[in-house]
Each structure stands twice: as C-alpha cells, then as structure tokens.
C-alpha cells in the first residue's frame, strides 16, 4: 500500500491546490502587525512541503523556522545560491546589512536566475519581503528591471513571484495590477484603500466595512474573481523538522 502524497497546502481557513498558485505572481499587503510576514511564512512553508524551492529576499530576518538554506554573508558566487535552487533547496538572503555589495550580489544573482530559468526550467517562487524596496513604483534600478522582468515574464520559466508590503500604494504598479493572487491584510492610509479599491471588485463601502472589522491574520483572499474572508493559521516558529536554520557555509 503507498501513502497517497497530499497537493494541498493548508493555509488556515483555506486549503489551496499546488497547482493554483505555482508561477503565479502573488500580492500579500497590509499594514505593519496585521500578519502579512506570517502568511507569507505559512505559505513559503507549504510550498516547501509540495517541494517547490523559493528564494527569499528577507530584509528584517523574519524568515527563521523555514526548511531553507540562510545566507547573510555575500561573498559568495550567486551561480551557485541558484544552483541550490535548481536542485530544489529553499534559500533565505537576509538583506539586513543593506550595501552595495548586497545591492550587486542581488542584481547579478537574479539575472542568473532569469538566464539559467531558460535552460533548466523547474517551478520556483522568488518571496520579497518589503517589496516596495525592491521594485518600487516610479523608480527604476538594475535591481528592479531584473525582479519587474521576473515578476511579469516569469511564468514560462517556471518562476512565481511572492510581493509582501506594507506600502502598497509603493509597490511597482504594473506588477501589483497584474498579479493574480491577493491577501489583503487591514491597511489603514486612505492611499493604501485605494489601492485595495482598485484590485477589488467591490464597492468602496464595502471595502471600508470589511477593513475595518479585521484582526491580525485576517485577510480578504482574491483569485480568478473568487473573494473570501479566510483566517491565516499561525506560523509555528519551531518546527519539528528544521532541516538547516544555520548559517550557510558553501
Ligand atoms: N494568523 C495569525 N494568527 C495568530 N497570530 C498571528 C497571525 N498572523 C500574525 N500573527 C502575530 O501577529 C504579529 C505580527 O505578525 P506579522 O509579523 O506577520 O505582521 P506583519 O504585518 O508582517 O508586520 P511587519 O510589517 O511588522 O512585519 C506576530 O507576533 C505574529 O505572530
């Protein structure tokens, strides 16, 4: 007899299938405390468990706990974090130490990524954390010209990009407008509403009325016209299997 493996990841009040969100472009907004790091957590865990490989761009070191390959030094050769990729480990880069060497290792290390996804094409998902650093709206840099790429054109080499901010108003428009999954977590700043009002197909009142009554965890889930209030279960810290939370040496 086998065990029949599961395709389903378990979000919390939603359960989606593998192969609804792989090499989809993916919106998790909201203000500061309102859980957007932790659905973003919850999912980069499912999408481990279904063997799908993300990078993770982690500014603040939030993303301990994931079955993922940490790296905060870059002195390393970028060819060889994606080949990490390409063989279906999970990567964090903790950005925390921002300079311009980090800035030059991200930039040659996603324009790897996006040559070597031509060639050897296998289902990742890039995470951005702080978003609206990376790709922001009305500013262009090496940087953002590779992750706008990826995040537009990414689907037909297997890449899926994962956008969590808390600025939404910030993020690179283009993008956000054509993502095709959305958790949206409370926001307060009218700018930011107005972002929700263009995304949802709601009416304005509504919007508000569903905004305000929400609590850490709540988000409004939006896909293919599909919209749900869904409750985000809690990212478990310390997970019984940690498969490598130290630092990388490679
Ligand atoms: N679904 C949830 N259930 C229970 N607690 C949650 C949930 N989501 C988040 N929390 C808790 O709320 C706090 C804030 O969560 P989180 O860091 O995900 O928010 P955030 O929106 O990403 O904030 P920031 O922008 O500051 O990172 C954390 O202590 C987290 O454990």
Redesign the pocket.
């Known amino acids: 007899m086998s065990i029949t493996q599961s395709y389903y990841m378990d979000l919390?009040t939603l359960t989606l299938e593998k192969d609804q969100v792989i090499r989809k472009c993916i919106a998790i907004l909201?203000?500061?405390?309102?859980?957007?790091?932790?659905?973003a957590?919850v999912f980069a865990e499912e999408l481990i468990k279904e063997k799908v490989p993300l990078v993770i761009v982690d500014p603040?070191g939030?993303y301990r706990g994931l079955e993922a390959i940490i790296f905060d030094k870059f002195n390393v050769d970028p060819e060889e974090v994606v080949n990490l990729l390409m063989v279906g480990k999970s990567v964090v880069l903790d950005v925390n130490d921002w300079n311009e060497e980090v800035f030059k290792f991200l930039t040659t290390f996603f324009n790897i990524l996006w040559e070597t996804s031509k060639i050897y094409r296998r289902d990742i998902f890039v995470l951005l954390e702080e978003a609206h650093e990376f790709i922001p709206q009305g500013t262009r840099t090496p940087l953002s010209d590779v992750l706008v790429r990826i995040a537009l054109r990414g689907r037909k080499r297997g890449i899926g990009m994962i956008l969590?901010s808390?600025r939404s108003a910030k993020v690179n428009k283009d993008v956000l407008t054509q993502s095709e999954i959305y958790f949206l977590?409370k926001v307060v700043h009218p700018v930011d509403v107005r972002v929700y009002k263009e995304i949802l197909p709601l009416k304005s009142r509504e919007i508000e009325a569903e905004i305000k009554a929400m609590e850490?965890?709540d988000a409004i889930f939006y896909k293919d016209g599909e919209l749900r209030k869904v409750?985000?279960?809690?990212?478990d810290e310390f997970p019984s299997v940690i498969q490598s939370g130290e630092k990388a040496e490679i």
């Open positions: 919390g909201g203000i500061r405390g309102s859980g957007k790091s932790n659905t957590k603040d939030e969590v808390q977590h850490t965890g409750r985000i279960r809690k990212f």
